[in-house]
């Protein structure tokens, strides 16, 4: 791991940087190499003493491919243990249907990689450390905002090493600090929640030895919809359930539960006994939530902090990144001479606005479309027409390729300082 933990004496004048980063997830490491790289010293703080984390989103789409590639870390990427995916499918009772076929994206990444997102980090973390104007530090969980003059002007954070509180002073604060956001929470960011309606458990089973891995995508049954992805060593599956449906899971049992994932999935049927207890389930509540202001002076939000994205279509991570990558361009300059303003701030929500917005439409339509409507179903799921027309027409494959895997705007990074 490239971290640096924090074990800093006592509190005493607070430090100075041009910008400080609560979160050390996709969006804040990625930002603060991007701006390191253009000449700005920045500092960004995480409350985790590493990155190993299971169940965090881990898809990296050609989106965030091409932008390692412009870093001159595809290569290095893409020698980390991962799995390729260049199709996506559904099966339902009816047959199993093509979704989308990254395979037909031009340039020189049509697929989607499937990496345990601390290898990730690790990875930008280890080429930011090598730049003189970036640190990352671990151990520190951000607790509140420091203000002057009616403006943000830093963060106050806890050391885990001797839990002392410090103060970090900064002409730009970011929040990258997740979904659960203190910085967010303290600034009073005005936020509009969506319904999502669903809750997705996540577990891990071994892969099958002898038979085949089931197709990559989602499998959709009367009252059931579960997805098995391929780690490598072993699968990670999700197990959609209605809000607060665990209970109800518990309340059947173990044995049924298992029951349930050999009908849809027949290729685990051999495995499932090895998903040992509900203990070994793990709960994401999935949320769709979007701040209506994403800055206030010398502060500003990016990533699931700013908005929170459903796990359909595995975006999430990959627009927190676009987040990141649009942000160090708008405000690299900015930053160099100063501090930046609350309308140079507001340029990044601008720019950014359009992608999440149409990205949560779409998630929203699916929830109520397919996986809400799949689990109230009491008959069997046929094929869909929509379904159909893609099986039909395998060239329209590439559309849903093209707005998963590449998204509504393309960022790129600001040249290096």
């Avoid at 345990?116 to 607790?143: C, I, K, M, S, Y």
């Avoid at 359930?241 to 518990?250: F, I, K, N």
């Avoid at 109520?368 to 494959?397: K, T």
Wanted: glycine share 12%; proline share 6%.
């Amino acid at each position: 791991m490239v971290v640096q933990q924090d074990g800093r004496g006592g509190a005493g004048s607070a430090e100075e940087v041009a910008c400080v980063v609560a979160g050390g997830g996709p969006a804040g490491v990625v930002l603060g190499l991007l701006l390191a790289r253009a000449g700005v010293r920045v500092l960004v703080l995480e409350k985790h003493a590493d990155f190993l984390r299971d169940f965090r989103g881990d898809t990296v789409h050609p989106s965030t491919l091409r932008l390692l590639d412009e870093l001159g870390l595809a290569g290095e990427f893409l020698r980390l243990p991962h799995a390729r995916v260049d199709r996506v499918s559904v099966t339902t009772d009816g047959g199993t249907f093509g979704v989308a076929d990254f395979s037909r994206l031009p340039g020189g990444f049509p697929f989607l990689a499937l990496v345990p997102q601390w290898d990730f980090l690790d990875l930008l973390a280890a080429r930011a450390r090598r730049l003189p104007g970036f640190e990352l530090r671990t151990g520190a969980q951000v607790v509140g905002l420091l203000h002057r003059g009616g403006r943000v002007s830093g963060v106050r954070y806890r050391s885990a090493a001797d839990g002392a509180e410090r103060e970090v002073r900064a002409a730009l604060t970011v929040a990258a600090d997740g979904r659960g956001s203190v910085l967010r929470e303290a600034a009073g960011l005005p936020l509009r929640v969506f319904g999502a309606g669903i809750d997705v458990l996540w577990f891990r089973l071994p892969k099958p030895a002898a038979a085949a891995l089931p197709p990559a995508g989602a499998r959709v049954s009367a009252g059931r919809f579960v997805l098995a992805l391929d780690r490598g060593d072993y699968l990670q599956c999700a197990f959609v359930v209605p809000s607060g449906g665990l209970d109800a899971v518990r309340a059947r049992g173990l044995p049924a539960f298992r029951a349930d994932l050999a009908r849809l999935l027949p290729q685990l049927a051999g495995v499932v006994q090895e998903l040992a207890g509900f203990e070994d389930v793990h709960v994401l509540h999935v949320r769709i939530d979007r701040l209506r202001r994403w800055y206030r002076d010398g502060l500003l939000v990016i990533g699931d902090a700013a908005h929170a994205m459903s796990p359909v279509g595995g975006v999430g991570v990959n627009l927190a990144v676009q987040d990141a990558v649009a942000a160090a361009r708008l405000l690299a300059g900015p930053l160099r001479r100063g501090v930046p303003s609350p309308r140079e701030l507001a340029r990044v929500q601008r720019r950014r606005w359009l992608p999440v917005a149409l990205t949560q439409v779409v998630q929203r339509a699916a929830h109520r479309r397919v996986l809400l409507a799949s689990l109230e179903r009491d008959a069997p799921v046929g094929a869909p027409r929509l379904l159909r027309l893609l099986q039909r027409f395998p060239v329209l494959q590439v559309l849903p390729a093209v707005a998963i895997g590449r998204g509504v705007l393309t960022e790129h990074p600001p040249p290096e300082g």
